[in-house]
């Protein structure tokens, strides 16, 4: 397994193919750190974590999560103050292990293989280019992945569903009393009327508003739009459901409510899940496209939307929205592409031959999962093993399996 | 000579599960991922529909 590591140079023809992998430092030795988190524990750096989405921090020596493999951690080199030229060296002190190693590079790695799978998956669309919707501004409008974060036992909230603007204004509450007494240090007297009022304001907010229980589901954000993706992300409508239906179980007051165009919920046991989403989650399924997001004074988003099924515009305030963001090819996929040699279709996934569906335009090269279009886990699964007997048929016959 | 092993470019659910099918074939496996930790998409994901099963 090379983790935290890229293929940067590639050669060579099926059954004889030649790969240059650069794997970077973790600053951290492998084969000591025992994965205890005593570092991670005193490291005096705070940066927001990204695998959370920044719901929450991390440290400069973090791990994504904690069942993460392989089990080590790895040091930020761009946030470490002993990697960035400061003083420091807090987490080689308190390692037990000795596994700290500020002086470890990078270092490259040759392989030479016979086949090739690439799974490099997809990436979320980016909201923020349908302004409409408000994302990045409203602070409790969020992506299906944040959305999953929340209700994660792992996550930043412990799976509690607490609302955005209350997890960044009780952030804000802790510094702003460092603030206020700045400004009453440097005699600010606006800075300090106006750090007041966001105390006084914020403190309400977040007494008054804390876990999210109406919930708003949008579905085909970027998918089936033809200003972004014409495709259907396929995945989309079932995760909705599904977030509804375990936030209703975090929470039995929970109201969802779910704008759709149509509900493709096409796969084994899935039609039934919506129809139980409904009869036992009471899940709420408008028909119709949101035009338009806005807020109100308590930072409650209001969605206004078309009833198609009652022919009438409404408005319908919640708590917290949901955006079923589409599945888009990752930004890199152009320079993965060209560096393997493989072509890509017009929406930038991997382009695969008609008859042969895990077949890239190179022979010995296969793809499966996102990289070659939308897929839900158990596709993704089905695609992967079906790759693997493609690429072992390479390897037991040396390539000649592909000649006919 | 050619070689008898495969490189798997990504380490999320499909480059997993592809590695796993391979290395019980018996054939040796390269899996390359870009983030410290395998898992992918799927590792922040809660549950999984339509079982709600725990992704992790």
Redesign the interface.
């Given at each position: 397994?090379?983790?935290?590591?890229?293929?940067t140079e590639f050669s060579g023809q099926v059954?004889?193919?030649r790969?240059k992998?650069h794997r970077r430092a973790?600053y951290v030795d492998q084969s000591k750190c025992t994965a205890c988190g005593a570092c991670a524990e005193k490291c005096p750096t705070r940066i927001p974590n990204e695998?959370n989405f920044g719901l929450n921090e991390r440290k400069a020596i973090?791990?994504?999560?904690a069942?993460?493999?392989?089990s080590?951690y790895?040091i930020d080199p761009n946030h470490c103050r002993v990697l960035q030229g400061k003083k420091c060296g807090v987490c080689a002190k308190v390692c037990q292990a000795k596994a700290i190693d500020y002086e470890q590079k990078d270092y490259d790695v040759e392989?030479?293989?016979?086949?090739?799978?690439?799974?490099?998956?997809?990436e979320l669309f980016d909201a923020t280019q349908i302004p409409e919707y408000g994302y990045g501004k409203l602070p409790n409008v969020i992506s299906s992945?944040e959305m999953?974060?929340l209700?994660?036992?792992?996550?930043p909230t412990s799976?509690h569903l607490t609302r955005p603007s209350t997890i960044r204004g009780e952030v804000r509450l802790k510094e702003l009393p460092k603030l206020i007494a700045k400004a009453e240090k440097d005699e600010n007297q606006d800075g300090l009327v106006q750090l007041k009022q966001e105390q006084e304001w914020l403190e309400d907010h977040v007494h008054r508003f804390h876990l999210a229980k109406k919930l708003g589901f949008i579905q085909c954000v970027g998918s089936r739009d033809f200003r972004f993706h014409k495709y259907c992300s396929s995945y989309c409508c079932?995760?909705s459901?599904?977030e509804a239906?375990?936030a209703r179980?975090h929470e039995s007051e929970t109201q969802s409510y779910i704008f759709y165009m149509d509900l493709r919920t096409v796969?084994?046991?899935?039609e039934?899940?919506k129809v139980r989403g409904a009869e036992v989650s009471g899940l709420k399924y408008i028909r119709g496209r949101v035009a338009e997001i806005t807020q109100d004074k308590d930072l409650n988003p209001v969605v206004r939307y078309e009833d198609t099924e009652r022919r009438t515009v409404q408005s319908l305030t919640l708590d917290m929205v949901i955006l079923a963001n589409a599945c888009s090819a990752p930004k890199n996929t152009p320079k993965?592409a060209q560096l393997l040699g493989v072509a890509l279709d017009e929406n930038n996934f991997l382009k695969t031959h008609p008859n042969r569906p895990l077949d890239t335009s190179v022979p010995g090269i296969f793809t499966?999962?996102?990289?070659q279009g939308p897929l839900?886990?158990p596709e993704?699964?089905a695609?992967?093993?079906s790759?693997?007997?493609r690429?072992?048929e390479v390897?037991m016959t040396?390539?000649q399996a592909l000649a006919v | 000579m050619a070689s008898n092993e495969v490189l798997i470019i990504g380490g999320g659910i499909a480059g997993m599960q592809a590695a796993l099918d391979l290395g019980d074939m018996g054939i040796k496996v390269h899996l390359v991922e870009k983030n410290p930790s395998i898992g992918g998409k799927m590792a922040q994901l809660d549950k999984t529909f339509p079982t709600n099963d725990c992704t992790i």
């Open positions: 397994m090379l983790a935290y590591s890229e293929v059954g004889d193919f790969a992998v973790r695998f973090y791990k994504d999560y069942q993460g493999i392989p080590v790895t392989l030479n293989v016979s086949a090739v799978i690439v799974a490099t998956g997809y992945l999953e974060r209700l994660s036992a792992g996550g799976g079932m995760h459901i599904k239906i375990i179980e796969g084994k046991g899935f039934e899940y993965v499966c999962g996102c990289a839900d886990i993704s699964v695609q992967a093993s790759a693997a007997a690429a072992a390897v040396g390539g | -």
